[in-house]
């Protein structure tokens, strides 16, 4: 799927076309840690998102900015991560779980679903 979004394509390009692929951002990445695949680093998002394309792999991430902590230039890569995470929900493609919650902020005001 491309990126179809309004300003947003263009707010996640002008953080991620920064991008010089040192890697660095990679050191401290607790998701990379555990799956151990290029595109779920920050670096292969940076350059999945640079490409215009935007998914699922998205939610691959913890938001902790440890990546943007070693980044030599700061950039935002969370922000980055978060608009395409907003691209996909106005599309309707969020994941089930985020599906869930929001239903259960909607009733409850919590995403939980608990009521008082
Ligand atoms: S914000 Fe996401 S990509 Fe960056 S270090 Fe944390 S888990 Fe990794
Ligand atoms: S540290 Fe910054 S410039 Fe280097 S690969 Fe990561 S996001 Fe790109």
Redesign the pocket.
């Known amino acids: 799927m491309s990126i179809e979004s309004d300003n947003a394509k263009e707010e996640i390009k002008e953080i991620v076309e920064k991008c010089f692929k040192c890697g660095f951002?990679k050191k401290?990445?607790?998701?990379?840690k555990v799956v151990r695949e290029e595109q779920s680093?920050?670096r292969g998002?940076a350059i999945i998102l640079d490409s215009g394309y935007v998914d699922k792999f998205i939610y691959e991430?913890?938001?902790?900015?440890?990546?943007?902590e070693k980044c030599p230039l700061n950039l935002k890569?969370?922000d980055s991560?978060i608009k395409a995470r907003q691209i996909l929900v106005r599309q309707k493609k969020e994941l089930s779980e985020n599906k869930e919650m929001i239903k259960n902020l909607d009733k409850t005001g919590n995403i939980f679903g608990i009521k008082d």
Request: some cysteine; aromatic content about 4%.
């Open positions: 951002c401290l990445c607790p998701v990379l680093s920050p998002k991430c913890t938001l902790c900015k440890a990546c943007e890569l969370c991560f």
